[in-house]
Each structure stands twice: as structure tokens, then as C-alpha cells.
């Protein structure tokens, strides 16, 4: 068969030298907001399936063991290496975009021996929203929903912006709910309470809340044995408040500083209190 009215492909890029030209790639990762925590995804038509590793997940979802499916009869290769899949895990995504965000949900295979620091999405998940990458002078992705929302390859400054913007909201509603009651000391600095705040909000999966009661949180579960027959152990035979002169003007202090808080407050002995008031009674 003869082909006529052949033209070459013009190149958007500078030719690379011979032999050279795999340099010339740009990857399809972009980054996303996950768990109120940044993340990166990989958009990846050829990948033989939605996945992500274990220790990357452990560092994004910290309770991501709660929320699992099971896998029946499933086998994956990459290339020439066996996949192991351990569980399908489902998580919800947020793309930044500045006039606008994307909410996607996607199941994901967790791998135990999978080396990519990243997610992987798959080109099922890509036909079933509708993403298309663009290979244009400046790489974008965008979804068919609305084409007019282009997503940058790699992630553009502004767009950190609105990451940083998500984070915010979601940080403000956080200590709008948690410390509507809290008594923060009046003797910190402005720095040092938003200092504070920050930790708490960072690592506010180790708290208990309102939905989730003290002794609820897994792996949080305290068991404790107490001995109340004779012969007492030498803990039990201690006296009940220190005796020594710096161990008691320690304890002073402390009380001290959690009355400043209106965390405690003292009480005569003869005084009824409800057993929710933490109080000392002197």
C-alpha cells in the first residue's frame, strides 16, 4: 500500500541528543490533599492497577487498617516482579485547583513490596472520571466535567497556595470545635499558643473527642491491675504525697498552674462535689 501526503511530527521540545531521548519525559505525578495531609499521585495509563505501598500509606493514614476490604484470588506482576497485595483500602482525594476542587474517591490495592513513594492511579479510574493528560508546551491534565480547569504537571506555586488554603480551613474548623472550651495559659506568647495548636492539630489523631470517647481509640487501650490484698506492693505502701521538702514544693507548683487553667481548683473537706468537677480538697 503506497502512503501519500506523509508529514513528520514536529517536536514541541528541543531534539535530544542520539540515544538521549528517554531524558526527554516528564512524569504524571501531581499533588493532592488526602486526610487533611498533602500527597503526591501518579495518573499512570499503563499501570497494572490502582495501588499504593504500605509504608507510604502509614505515613498519610495512620488509621488506615480501620477501613479496609478484602482480596480474594487477586494476582499482580509489574514487569518481571510478582505484587503482593495485602488489602483494597479506599480513600478520598482533593485536587487544587484555584477556581475550583476536585473530590475523586478511588479504591486502592496496599502492596507490601511496591517501591513507588507516591499513589498510583490507573487508566480505569482515568476513563471513569474522564481525565485526560495533555501533552502540550506546558503539560496539564484536566477532566472532561470541565475542561476549562487545567491541572498543572508538575504542581504549579499557586496551586501549593490553594493546598495551603484547604489545610487552613480545615485547621480553623479543627480549633473552632476542639478549643471552643479549652483554657490556654495567659503567662504563653501568641507564638508559643500557636505553636501549641499546631502540634495538637498535627497529631490530633491521639486525642479522644466527642466521637471518639477515651478507651475507643485503637491501640489505646489501657488495662490496669490493681493488687488490694496484703502483702501490699511497695508502690501501695508509699506515702499517699511526697515527703520530701523540693518534691512537695513541686507539686505546689503544678497545682498551682492547673488552678491558672481552671483545670482544678481547691475545695474545703467537708464540701459535696460532683464527681465530673476535678477538684483537690484541702
Not at 46 to 54: I, L, R, S
Not at 136 to 158: D, L
Not at 192 to 208: D, L, N, R, S, V
Request: charged share 25%; aromatic share 8%; with cysteine.
Amino acid at each position: 500500500m503506497d502512503l501519500i501526503h506523509v508529514q513528520d511530527a514536529k517536536m514541541q521540545k528541543t531534539k535530544p541528543a542520539r540515544g538521549k531521548f528517554y531524558t526527554a519525559g516528564s512524569s504524571c505525578i501531581t499533588n493532592i490533599v488526602t486526610n487533611n495531609r498533602e500527597a503526591n499521585i501518579h495518573l499512570d495509563s499503563g499501570a497494572f492497577c490502582t495501588c499504593v505501598e504500605k509504608d507510604y500509606l502509614d505515613n498519610i493514614y495512620t488509621n488506615w487498617q480501620d477501613k479496609l476490604m478484602p482480596i480474594e484470588g487477586m494476582k499482580f506482576s509489574s514487569a518481571s516482579q510478582n505484587m503482593h497485595p495485602l488489602v483494597i483500602f479506599e480513600a478520598v482525594m482533593i485536587l487544587p485547583h484555584p477556581s475550583g476542587r476536585i473530590r475523586l474517591k478511588a479504591e486502592f490495592f496496599v502492596m507490601n513490596n511496591c517501591t513507588s513513594q507516591h499513589f498510583i492511579l490507573e487508566n480505569d479510574y482515568l476513563n471513569i472520571y474522564g481525565i485526560d493528560i495533555n501533552n502540550h508546551k506546558n503539560r496539564y491534565f484536566n477532566i472532561v466535567e470541565n475542561k476549562r480547569q487545567k491541572f498543572a504537571f508538575p504542581i504549579e506555586k499557586r496551586d501549593i497556595t490553594v493546598i495551603r488554603q484547604v489545610k487552613n480551613v480545615i485547621k480553623e474548623k479543627f480549633v473552632s470545635d476542639q478549643f471552643l472550651e479549652a483554657q490556654i495559659s495567659p503567662e504563653l506568647t501568641p507564638e508559643m499558643k500557636q505553636e501549641h495548636i499546631k502540634i495538637i492539630f498535627e497529631y490530633k489523631e491521639a486525642f479522644a473527642f466527642d466521637n471518639e470517647p477515651l478507651g475507643a481509640i485503637k491501640d489505646h487501650e489501657v488495662e490496669i491491675m490493681l493488687n488490694v490484698e496484703r502483702p501490699y506492693s511497695p508502690l501501695l505502701r508509699r506515702p499517699a504525697y511526697p515527703a520530701s521538702p523540693s518534691s512537695r514544693e513541686a507539686l505546689e507548683i503544678h497545682i498551682n498552674e492547673l488552678m491558672k487553667l481552671v483545670n482544678l481548683r481547691k475545695g474545703g473537706h467537708s464540701e459535696e462535689v460532683e464527681v465530673t468537677a476535678p477538684v483537690i480538697i484541702v
